[in-house]
Antibody, heavy 119, light 110 residues
Framework: QVQLVQSGVEVKRPGASVTLSCKTS????????ITWVRQAPGQGLEWVGW????????NCAQNVLGRVTMTTDISTKTAFMELRTLTSDDTAVYYC????????????WGQGSLVIVSS | VLTQSPLSSPVTIGQPASISCSSS???????????LSWLQQRPGQPPRLLIY???NRFSGVPDRFSGSGAGTDFTLKISRVEAEDVGVYYC?????????FGQGTKLEIK
């Protein structure tokens, strides 16, 4: 069955960087883009970015442009997202989701990774 | 921008519920396809896909959930609300970058 398993809780100081992972299984990894979405405490969903494993093409939200790097490791079927120069506004649960091209931006979702940015 | 209404919906079990999602631009792409989905997020859980491409129920989703709409205006309907439907519902579009989400509609039981 399709599964996306994310890395755990991260606590970072302002200005630091964090790298999150999203390990997938149960489907052909290269065929499906991965979307990253975050949710600040008590808030709604916010799209962060997108990566297409087959080409490495990426796209991201304006408010993280220049601070985010999304990559994939096809051999381990894992997607990564690095976010740099963290501020308290980056405190959130970060989700990865599998996109089905031509269908939907997230049919299966990871359990989420909590990132806390605090001094 | 996706705008949902209402933002909160108290509903009696067994009664219907309806959520609207309005887009500031057409969600139809150059090939004539519309990538509008609905997600449910139960408390403490990740989002779950309910409906894709306006009106298609995802695998395992009860048939009391239905989606409709076209262009810029879309609706999620629950024919008879059950206790397990409590949560926040989001519309989301993947027709245009950046992908966007509505603000969410909180479904509560009266």
């Amino acid at each position: 069955q399709v599964q996306l398993v994310q890395s755990g809780v991260e606590v970072k100081r302002p200005g630091a960087s964090v790298t999150l992972s999203c390990k997938t299984s149960g489907y052909p990894f290269i065929n499906h883009p991965i979307t990253w979405v975050r949710q600040a405490p008590g808030q709604g969903l916010e799209w962060v970015g997108w990566i297409k494993p087959s080409s490495g093409a990426t796209n991201c939200a304006q408010n993280v442009l220049g601070r985010v790097t999304m990559t994939t490791d096809i051999s381990t079927k894992t997607a990564f997202m690095e976010l740099r120069t963290l501020t308290s506004d980056d405190t959130a649960v970060y989700y990865c989701a599998r996109e089905v091209i031509g269908v939907t931006n997230g049919d299966f979702w990871g359990q989420g990774s909590l990132v806390i940015v605090s001094s | 921008v996706l705008t949902q209404s209402p933002l909160s919906s108290p509903v009696t079990i067994g009664q219907p519920a309806s959520i609207s999602c309005s887009s500031s631009q057409s969600l139809v792409n150059s090939a004539g396809n519309t990538y509008l989905s609905w997600l449910q997020q139960r408390p403490g859980q990740p989002p779950r896909l309910l409906i894709y491409r306006i009106s298609n129920r995802f695998s395992g989703v009860p048939d009391r959930f239905s989606g409709s709409g076209a262009g810029t205006d879309f609706t999620l309907k629950i024919s008879r609300v059950e206790a397990e439907d409590v949560g926040v519902y989001y519309c989301t579009q993947s027709t245009h970058f950046p992908y966007t989400f509505g603000q969410g509609t909180k479904l509560e039981i009266k």
